[in-house]
Nanobody, 114 residues
Framework: VQLQASGGGLVQAGGSLRLSCKTS????????MTWYRQAPGKQRDLVAK???????DYVDSVKGRFTISRDYSRNTVFLQMNNLEPEDTAVYYC?????????WGQGTQVTVSS
């Protein structure tokens, strides 16, 4: 199982980024997928999740700004981030629990300047 995250970068406050997490070696259609983030000196926190059937949930701080989605044809999950704030600065990780283990991507850095 591999999760390859991409799409991070440096953006000004109010800007947008779209993160991608391409999966391989797993049955993407049956996997719930999540995005986490970890700011410097802080714990890794869940940001958004999408079930195998497409239902979604978000942490309160990103509701109305972030959208998680998935493309079954490309085995990829996305995180569209709009109206970014400096507090969103973190390394973002995609995650799934599959085959009895937590699986993590390598992380992608998102930096939001004020």
């Amino acid at each position: 199982v591999q999760l390859q995250a991409s799409g991070g970068g440096l953006v000004q406050a109010g800007g947008s980024l779209r993160l991608s997490c391409k999966t391989s070696g797993m049955n993407f259609r049956i996997a719930d997928m999540t995005w986490y983030r970890q700011a410097p000196g802080k714990q890794r926190d869940l940001v958004a999740k999408i079930s195998s059937s497409g239902s979604t949930d978000y942490v309160d701080s990103v509701k109305g700004r972030f959208t998680i989605s998935r493309d079954y044809s490309r085995n990829t999950v996305f995180l569209q981030m709009n109206n970014l704030e400096p507090e969103d600065t973190a390394v973002y990780y995609c995650n799934t629990f599959y085959g009895g283990s937590q699986r993590w991507g390598q992380g992608t850095q998102v930096t939001v300047s004020s």
